[in-house]
């Protein structure tokens, strides 16, 4: 389980509003399996869903990644001056890669109107079905796709998921993730023809995400547990491609007291009411890594460069880790 060489990991958040709790622990546990291992930490921004982004949440993160003394390798400001690390300046790069893939027969172009597609949808669900494309567009000719195109009639760029019957897609939908184990993922869950272009030439999540993995050399991907379900869809864009897969840790949620899950939206999600009420870095930092991670012996109080020797991935739990003050504000009093 534990890597046995250098790695290089990200931290990959959208921003839609201030860094919360959650994500700072997954910013958290990616720096110190770097630090760990000698490996990379590099800052990426999702930033391609334009229609959800916070003026300032972008500073608010290299902020408070600042604040919690969490230096990035690379990233905005950092690194190769060539390279972006944010993804709505990448939009060629994911062009590019999804006409490759169309031109491998692993993708298709789909000129369905929305108004169709809304139809498929409402009938499924109408007849208790998931909601699943119906490869309408699977079948047309090379002949009527040059036609649709010289008329300019808008598309998206689908991915032509691997058939269940196909070996290899036992291969995609079985794997093992560091922190759940052994998972194998049945049926169609996870192999409907994702959308990876969108009619306005953007990317999805899918494609840029893993586009992104792939060219920034990521070699384990630490991110939270409600990204478990695409994990098959990610799997097979890497397969398509023809390129390694990298190793996945999915991290449980993190909860209210109330049992709900912890947000952005609440009083304890973002960071800044943390920094806001006096708690310091070292402080909340030791916390955060104390919500899904063991050391395995009694010590729980840890400066960062104790944490840095001591995380493995072998310390991190299935269960999902409650969010109380009351912890947090002793090992407050620790840290003065």
């Known amino acids: 389980m534990e890597p046995t060489g250098p790695v290089r990991v990200r931290f990959a958040p959208s921003p839609t509003g201030l860094l919360h709790l959650g994500g700072l622990r997954t910013a958290l546990f990616n720096?110190?399996?770097?630090?760990?291992?000698?490996?990379s930490f590099i800052l990426r921004i999702e930033d391609t869903d334009q229609k959800r982004l916070v003026e300032g949440a972008t500073e608010d993160i290299i902020r408070t990644l600042e604040w919690a003394g969490l230096r990035f390798d690379k990233g905005p400001g950092k690194g190769d001056s060539s390279e972006s690390y944010f993804q709505s300046q990448r939009g060629d790069i994911y062009r590019c890669h999804a006409a490759e893939l169309v031109k491998t027969g692993a993708a298709y172009r789909c000129f369905c109107s929305a108004q169709r597609l809304e139809s498929l949808r409402a009938d499924a669900v109408s007849q208790g079905k998931t909601p699943m494309y119906d490869r309408h567009c699977v079948h047309l000719s090379q002949r009527q796709i040059d036609e649709k195109l010289r008329l300019g009639e808008p598309f998206t760029t689908r991915l032509l998921a691997p058939n269940p019957a196909d070996p290899n897609t036992v291969e995609v939908s079985r794997f093992n993730d560091i922190v759940h184990g052994s998972m194998h993922f049945r049926g169609?869950?996870?192999f409907d023809d994702a959308v990876l272009l969108k009619s306005d030439g953007l990317p999805t999540y899918h494609l840029a995400n893993v586009v992104d993995d792939h060219l920034m050399g990521i070699t384990h991907v630490l991110r939270g547990e409600e990204w478990l379900m695409s994990?098959?869809?990610?799997r097979a864009l890497f397969r398509a491609f023809g390129w390694p897969i990298p190793q996945y840790a999915h991290l449980p949620l993190l909860m209210n007291t109330d049992g709900t899950k912890l947000s952005k939206r609440n009083r304890d999600g973002p960071v800044q009411r943390y920094v806001e009420?006096?708690?310091?870095p070292s402080a909340l930092v030791n916390y955060a890594a104390l919500l899904g991670w063991h050391a395995g012996g009694s010590q729980e109080v840890f400066s960062l460069a104790e944490l840095e020797s001591a995380f493995s991935l072998?310390?991190?739990?299935?269960?999902?880790?409650?969010v109380s003050?009351?912890?947090?504000?002793?090992?407050?009093?620790?840290?003065?």
């Open 31 to 39: 720096y110190l399996l770097a630090r760990r291992y000698g490996g």
């Open 325 to 336: 003050r009351d912890r947090l504000d002793w090992l407050n009093r620790q840290h003065m």
């Open 277 to 280: 009420d006096g708690y310091l």
């Open 188 to 190: 169609p869950a996870g």
């Open 231 to 234: 994990t098959p869809k990610h």
């Open 314 to 322: 072998g310390g991190l739990g299935r269960s999902k880790s409650t």
